[in-house]
């Protein structure tokens, strides 16, 4: 059974840090291209960063040079480093674990960790 785990979210002021974690559990993580995706209330689901399963990093510009995407492929996760936090960060936070087999597309999401940047 494939999951993902996230952790990390809370409540913090604007300019604040925070790191997000996405364990992954059931598949062979080293394959697929991992990233992290928000939703913020009445608003559709967006990619926020990408990393591939060899390890290149992309960026929505609305987070370029405030956020990190990293991976541990020994631990199965992803990190997502978060620096000089606004308000329109404020979102659940969503892991997403992709891999083509073929020419089957495999996809898997978490349940989501909320973030909430506030004063």
């Known amino acids: 059974q494939v999951q993902l785990v996230e952790s990390g979210g809370g409540l913090l002021q604007p300019g604040g840090s925070l790191r997000l974690s996405c364990a992954a559990s059931?598949?062979?993580?080293?394959?697929?291209?991992m990233a992290w995706y928000r939703q913020a209330p009445g608003k559709q689901r967006e990619l926020v960063a990408a990393?591939?399963?060899?390890?290149?990093?992309n960026y929505a510009d609305s987070v370029k040079g405030r956020f990190t995407i990293s991976r541990d492929n020994a631990k199965n996760t992803v990190y997502l480093q978060m620096n000089s936090l606004k308000p329109e960060d404020t979102a659940v936070y969503y892991c997403?674990?992709?891999?083509?087999?073929?020419?089957?597309?495999?996809?898997?999401w978490g349940q989501g960790t909320q973030v909430t940047v506030s004063s």
């Open positions: 059931g598949i062979i993580f080293s394959a697929y291209a």
């Open positions: 990393i591939t399963s060899g390890s290149i990093p």
């Open positions: 997403n674990a992709k891999t083509m087999l073929l020419t089957r597309e495999y996809t898997y």
